[in-house]
């Protein structure tokens, strides 16, 4: 599963630019699928060129504050979780549920919303999808960097939480789209993930809450790029072989 995340975190952040115009220029399918495609990739790039603004630090320094502290008590929690493995039936319910966060639940926003017509729910997919990719690119170098050796002994990947980070990223899209309550319920099924984790020693408590904030973190840059892009714009109306007209798209929150 990891190496599945790596490889696919790979190809599509190292999309050359040049491959915009092919992709714009393809005819539309059922899904839509090459041009959003396109749109993720450019939600991805605009979260990383984000991160460079200065008020992202206001974000940053909180966030590395809080997960520097925690390590102190990192042996302090484990001891209460010790004798545990990741085979008892709460660690494996939580990391069979962060699977699901590796793809498929933001995969099926989207598909969802192409579906029954739905643009929040597919902008909503599509958003997930760039906040996860942006969250693994770098989580996963991390932890080949860092080579922090789990709980259990197991291997040295411990930090941070791919799980963690993988369920929070899609927090910030489900809240801006849908509100408090779906958010609500998303972050508590991160908060399983993470405990889950801990439970069966396979992730400190600074692992799991460096996740959450990395996750977290792209999850609002890809949020704060969106909002910065223009707020009006003209688009092809097309029922997937001929072009009918345009529809006139204006923001105005």
Do not use: C
């Not at 699928?33 to 320094?61: H, M, N």
């Not at 966060?101 to 933001?106: D, F, L, R």
């Not at 259990?152 to 980070?165: N, V």
Request: charged share 20%; glycine share 10%; hydrophobic share 45%.
């Amino acid at each position: 599963m990891r190496r599945a995340v790596i490889v696919l975190t790979v190809l599509l952040m190292a999309v050359p630019a040049w491959a915009e115009d092919s992709l714009a220029s393809a005819p539309e399918g059922r899904f839509h699928l090459l041009k959003d495609i396109e749109d993720v990739l450019k939600l991805t790039w605009g979260g990383a060129r984000t991160a460079f603004a200065l008020p992202t630090l206001s974000y940053l320094v909180p966030a590395a504050a809080v997960v520097g502290t925690s390590s102190l008590a990192d042996d302090q929690v484990q001891d209460h979780f010790r004798g545990h493995d990741e085979h008892e039936g709460l660690a494996r319910a939580g990391e069979i549920s962060s699977w699901l966060y590796y793809g498929p639940v933001q995969a099926g926003l989207y598909v969802a919303g192409e579906l029954s017509d739905n643009l929040k729910l597919s902008a909503t997919g599509k958003k997930a999808i760039a906040s996860l990719l942006g969250t693994q690119s770098i989580i996963q170098p991390l932890k080949y960097l860092t080579r922090r050796r789990r709980p259990d002994g197991s291997d040295r990947h411990s930090f941070p939480s791919a799980g963690a980070g993988a369920a929070s990223s899609l927090i910030p899209a489900v809240y801006h789209e849908y509100g408090l309550v779906p958010a609500t319920l998303t972050a508590a099924a991160a908060m399983f993930i993470g405990f889950s984790r801990i439970y069966g020693n396979q992730h400190h408590l600074s692992d799991v809450l460096a996740g959450y904030a990395i996750g977290l973190g792209w999850g609002l840059l890809v949020e704060t790029y969106e909002r910065h892009q223009l707020r009006w714009a003209l688009r092809p109306m097309s029922d997937g072989r001929t072009m009918a007209g345009v529809e006139f798209h204006l923001r105005l929150d």
